[in-house]
């Protein structure tokens, strides 16, 4: 949890992966790869995890996914530790957790008995809940550091560093949004007042990260590992209901 003081730091279920993933960009850092190879890796890496699924090599499958996990944070420690942001490797990044979150489900979907509406439900769900949490993260963000780097919904273009592109930052904006838009507003319809909180308590952000996408990536590992792949779907589907929890204690405690 880099974008946040010491002070202001609560504890992330789905950050975990972290101090791996700083220890690993202070290495590669020294020998010149930067965020946006580290992010190519991280989606062979989600690859692979497809792959071991359709094979039925589950442990495998998900020692593959944690890996992609782990890339997915050292990604952006490279750049802060660089001090070489890029927005090309922002876009890149959510725009590769889409993909192989679709293909891990499609892939599931196809080697189980699991009905297409359980399988729209489960990823729609997935998600959904990411989105809750980002809502959130950001809106935390915004009121402790004013940051402006990542916004609730991403409507409008960012200018490109004078190291980038502006043609491939539109481009990759533009699959970003359509991505991501409807899951976005779609929160921000459900919990309008949230943006008026002066501030989200430690244990409200905390009970808000078993949503977001690290955590939801542990969970899909622990059923692999435990040959539990028929129930992953229907999982995930029941799953969704927590996103909307977690909304009602916020309007309900958190003011």
Known sequence: MPKLSNEDKFIDFSDYARPIATFLAHYLSKIKINAIQVTLVFLLAGFACVY??????????????????????????????????????????????????LLIFIIVFSITNASIYIFILAFLGVEFQCSIYNYYYVILRRRLNNEETSRIIEYRKPVAYQYESQKTVNFLHAIFLSLYFIFDVFVVFLDKKAVSVKNFPKWFMSLSSLLGLGFQLLLICLLLCSGLIEILLPFFAWYSIFGLFVILIRKWFVK
């Open 52 to 101: 071991a699924i359709y094979t039925g090599h589950w442990v495998w499958a998900a020692i593959f996914l944690m890996i992609k996990n782990i890339l997915d944070a050292v990604d952006g420690e490279i750049a802060r530790i660089t001090k070489h942001p890029s927005i090309i490797g922002r876009y890149l990044d959510s725009i590769f957790d889409f993909a192989i979150n």
